[in-house]
T-cell receptor, first 115, second 112 residues
């Protein structure tokens, strides 16, 4: 069975602070994909990143960075110098188990960035 | 045009009404999805269509009836809904067999 745990339900920071959103996953498959999505108040889930299980290199995209560690089954997301526009719910998701269609989502972390 | 468009954005209906949610994707994808998002719960996959055939149906009650007339359009027909069906319904699309999925803005459904 696949499972994604986002232990942080809500995080509140002040603008310009760095913040890390945690994601821990469970799967028995050796081939799998991990994702992060952002859901602003408008409702749309915005795709941020996909990482496959064979690529443990960390990735940086502007103020966003991702740390994938298979040894701890974690795929954490860091926002550097946070901005008010970063306020949203962030979801971590897992695709594995032979179904190319099914994404298992975590419950999400509500990030509030205060001015 | 945005990649995945959902209409209406908001819908209020009584339990005896019949209504339909519409989703249209402009990304050239051939797989489409319906999700339900309730407060405090993870997103729940409801249905998946690939090449216009239903490939996943996650034990969804029959009061929800999907329809995929072509690879660009997906409908969710609603009838005799219950108050617990109030939620945000999200549509997504992808290339069949590949991720990521791209989502629409959702339809906020309220059942009176």
């Amino acid at each position: 069975a696949q499972k994604v745990t986002q232990a942080q339900t809500e995080i509140s920071v002040v603008e310009k602070e760095d913040v890390t959103l945690d994601c821990v996953y469970e799967t028995r498959d050796t081939t799998y994909y991990l994702f992060w999505y952002k859901q602003p108040p408008s409702g749309e889930l915005v795709f941020l990143i996909r990482r496959n299980s064979f690529d443990e290199q960390n990735e940086i995209s502007g103020r966003y960075s991702w740390n994938f560690q298979k040894s701890t089954s974690s795929f954490n997301f860091t926002i550097t110098a946070s901005q008010v526009v970063d306020s949203a719910v962030y979801f971590c998701a897992l695709n594995s188990g032979g179904s190319n269609y099914k994404l298992t989502f975590g419950k999400g972390t509500l990030l509030t960035v205060n001015p | 045009e945005t990649g995945v468009t959902q209409t209406p954005r908001h819908l209020v209906m009584g339990m005896t009404n019949k209504k339909s949610l519409k989703c249209e994707q402009h990304l050239g994808h051939n797989a489409m999805y319906w999700y339900k998002q309730s407060a405090k719960k993870p997103l729940e996959l409801m249905f998946v269509y690939s090449l216009e055939e239903r490939v996943e149906n996650n034990s969804v009650p029959s009061r929800f009836s999907p329809e995929c007339p072509n690879s660009s359009h997906l409908f969710l027909h609603l009838h005799t809904l219950q108050p617990e069906d109030s939620a945000l319904y999200l549509c997504a699309s992808s290339q069949a067999g590949f991720q990521p999925q791209h989502f629409g803005d959702g339809t906020r459904l309220s059942i009176l």
